[in-house]
Structures are given as structure tokens and as C-alpha cells.
């Protein structure tokens, strides 16, 4: 179980409060891990990790001094400016949320609001850095002690807003869920980011279709144009032909030669198809993660693409049957003629 605390912010960015089990336990795009681009997880109570869209826009650095505001604003009167943060690390892109937040630590989120129970800050209340590490590291000191107060208390632990739950075991799932949501002890509410996404694409599901009607224009526009163009070289070609024909060919072997054609300009189509759309995915991926947040993952087709592509394959050859029918009805006499 990971935990996750928000209420506070910088820039307009997130900022969440966990532990170091989210960097070792967290996974993306199908089982990729949360990587570092500069420096490491916070190891210090004041030691902050930004995302990678955080570092990007806001120039960040390792080494660098920021401090949190209260709440979602960035108003002088809401920032923590006695107990500025270290940025220790920064993550690779991920096409995540992940990217837009800054992550620190529990103790450290508990320390920053001691005495902000009221949503600003009390005089005399907070603590200052000294007292902040002393209380989280256990050592007795009566400052702090006379400014934390029952709030403040370390045994009460930390509150959070939600915790990340991995299951050894996927079909547990659905039960669990079930379970948590039925509980009347605590208001939890157990949620399945996979069943969140489909709802979401069920939303997004017409312009999908949208999509795949556009796609089959394309593939149809494709074939008229190359139906149009066997037709055009069928009458350039008719002398060829009747030679051959003269020779010995029958017309079945002409029309095959045509439909034979016909399929290697349809597989060529589909292979360099295939070859540009991946070498403009390899090329413009980090682009895209880095610019837009949007990870684009080499994957090969799946089956039914595979199925979808052979039917192309299919109709182009389909298509050279109305040149390979009229190369097959033509005598070698027509073909010898010459026109004026």
C-alpha cells in the first residue's frame, strides 16, 4: 500500500505527500517503473522530488530551494516560508500525472501544517526547522513539544487522502471492491483505474469510429487509385502483352501476371505504411512525451490489425481482377494494332 496525501501546492502544481514505497512499487505503461533523470528520492525531511513537466517548465534543478503554499493558491499568506524544501530529485517524463506533481514526504507534510489548523498560520504554533526534525526523528525537545500541541502529537500518524493497493492476485480485485465499498466502519471508496479508463473510452468511443470510417476512405481511396492506375498502363502495355501472348502465353498467364502485380504493389503499400508509421513513432515519441504528456509505446499490431492489413492485402489484389479480366478477353490481334 502506498500512501498519498494532497492540500498543498507550488506553481499550480500538485504537490503529494507519500513515501519512498511509490518510487520502488510504482508502475506505468504496462509495468514500467518510475526512473530518475537527476538525482534521487528524498531522503531528508525536507527534501522534495519534482516531476518532469515541474523541472521542465520551471527550470528546476537538484539543489534548488522552493517553498509550498497552503492549499491550491500561491498567496504570500499561504506559503510554508519558514520551512523551504531541497529538490533532491527529478523524474524521467512518464505521460502520467505523475509528470505535473511534486512528491515529499509524510513527515514532512505533517511538519509544514503544525499549527495550521485553521487554514493559516497561528503565531507561536509552527515549528521551525530544528523543531521539525527534531519531533519526526523522536529526540525530546521541549520547544518543540510546547508549540505542537494535540495536533500535533506524533502518535496520532499521519491523515492522507488516499492510498495506492496492489493485489498479488488480479481476480481478487472485483471482490475487494466490492468489499471496501460496502463497509460501513469507514466512508472508503475503493476505485479500478482500468474500469475508470473504460468508462472514459465508452465516452470517447464515437470519435474512435469516427476514426476507423475516416481509415477505411483512406484504404478505399488507395485501391481506386491504384485500380485507376492498372487500367491507365493496361493500354501502354497491350503490345507487351500481345508479344507475349505470341510467344505462347495463355491469357490466364497474362491475367495472373497482372493480379501478381497488383498484390506485390499492395504488400509494398503495406509494408512501407508499416515502416513510417513506426520510424515516425521512434522519432517523434520522446518529442510528444516531453511536449504533450502523451507516451506512445512500440508495440506490433495486434492480431486483428494483422487481420485488418491481410484484408487490404486481399481487396488490392480483388481490385486487378477488372484489368486481369480485360488483358484476359483481349486477342493478339487487337494487341498488334496500331493506332493512330
Same mark, same amino acid.
Given at each position: 500500500a502506498v500512501p498519498l496525501s494532497l492540500g498543498d501546492s507550488w506553481r499550480g502544481f500538485r504537490v503529494v505527500a507519500t513515501t519512498s514505497e511509490l518510487f520502488a512499487h510504482y508502475r506505468y505503461a504496462g509495468g514500467e517503473p518510475l526512473r530518475f533523470a537527476a538525482g534521487d528520492e528524498f531522503s531528508r525531511l525536507f527534501d522534495v522530488v519534482v516531476g518532469a513537466r515541474v523541472a521542465r517548465e520551471a527550470e528546476l534543478a537538484t539543489g534548488d530551494e522552493l517553498v509550498l503554499a497552503h492549499g491550491g493558491g500561491n498567496v504570500s499568506l499561504n506559503r510554508h516560508d519558514a520551512l523551504p524544501f531541497t529538490v533532491s530529485g527529478a523524474l524521467a517524463a512518464t505521460g502520467t500525472p505523475v509528470d505535473r506533481a511534486l512528491f515529499i514526504s509524510l513527515d514532512a507534510q505533517q511538519a509544514i501544517h503544525v499549527g495550521w489548523e485553521?487554514?493559516? /498560520?497561528?503565531?507561536?504554533?509552527?515549528?521551525?526547522?530544528?523543531? +521539525?526534525?527534531? $519531533?519526526?526523528?523522536?529526540?525530546?525537545?521541549?520547544?518543540?513539544?510546547?508549540?505542537?500541541?494535540d495536533a500535533a502529537d506524533g502518535s496520532a500518524g499521519p491523515?492522507?487522502? +488516499?492510498?495506492?493497493?496492489?493485489?498479488?492476485?488480479? #481476480?481478487?480485485? !472485483?471482490?475487494?471492491q466490492y468489499r471496501?465499498?460496502? $463497509?460501513?466502519?469507514? /466512508?472508503?471508496?475503493?476505485?479500478? /483505474?482500468?474500469? *475508470?479508463?473504460?468508462?472514459?473510452? $465508452?465516452?470517447?468511443?464515437? #470519435?474512435?469510429?469516427?476514426?476507423?470510417?475516416?481509415?477505411?476512405?483512406?484504404?478505399?481511396?488507395?485501391?481506386?487509385?491504384?485500380?485507376?492506375?492498372?487500367l491507365a498502363t493496361l493500354g501502354e502495355r497491350r503490345r507487351e502483352m500481345a508479344i507475349l501472348r505470341a510467344c505462347g502465353a495463355r491469357p490466364?498467364?497474362?491475367?495472373? !501476371?497482372?493480379?501478381?502485380?497488383?498484390?506485390?504493389i499492395a504488400l509494398i503499400g503495406i509494408v512501407a505504411g508499416l515502416a513510417v508509421a513506426y520510424l515516425a513513432q521512434? #522519432?517523434?515519441? /520522446?518529442?510528444?512525451?516531453? $511536449?504533450?504528456?502523451? *507516451? %506512445?509505446?512500440?508495440?506490433?499490431?495486434?492480431?486483428?490489425?494483422? *487481420?485488418?492489413? +491481410?484484408?487490404?492485402? %486481399?481487396?488490392? %489484389? !480483388?481490385? #486487378?481482377l477488372v484489368p486481369a479480366a480485360m488483358a484476359y478477353r483481349r486477342t493478339v490481334a487487337a494487341g498488334m494494332q496500331v493506332r493512330q
Open positions: 485553521r487554514g493559516v /498560520p497561528e503565531p507561536g504554533r509552527t515549528l521551525t526547522r530544528e523543531q +521539525a526534525q527534531a $519531533r519526526v526523528h523522536g529526540v525530546d525537545h521541549d520547544h518543540a513539544s510546547d508549540h505542537a500541541g491523515e492522507i487522502s +488516499a492510498f495506492l493497493l496492489g493485489l498479488k492476485t488480479r #481476480a481478487a480485485a !472485483l471482490g475487494l471496501i465499498n460496502q $463497509r460501513d466502519g469507514e /466512508p472508503l471508496l475503493a476505485i479500478l /483505474p482500468g474500469l *475508470a479508463l473504460q468508462q472514459l473510452w $465508452r465516452i470517447t468511443e464515437l #470519435a474512435e469510429q469516427i476514426l476507423r470510417v475516416v481509415s477505411a476512405l483512406v484504404v478505399l481511396a488507395g485501391l481506386l487509385g491504384m485500380l485507376t492506375a492498372l490466364w498467364q497474362i491475367a495472373w !501476371l497482372l493480379l501478381i502485380e497488383a498484390g506485390a521512434w #522519432a517523434l515519441a /520522446p518529442w510528444l512525451l516531453e $511536449r504533450f504528456g502523451v *507516451a %506512445v509505446s512500440f508495440a506490433w499490431p495486434a492480431p486483428w490489425q494483422w *487481420a485488418v492489413l +491481410a484484408a487490404v492485402w %486481399v481487396a488490392g %489484389v !480483388l481490385v #486487378a
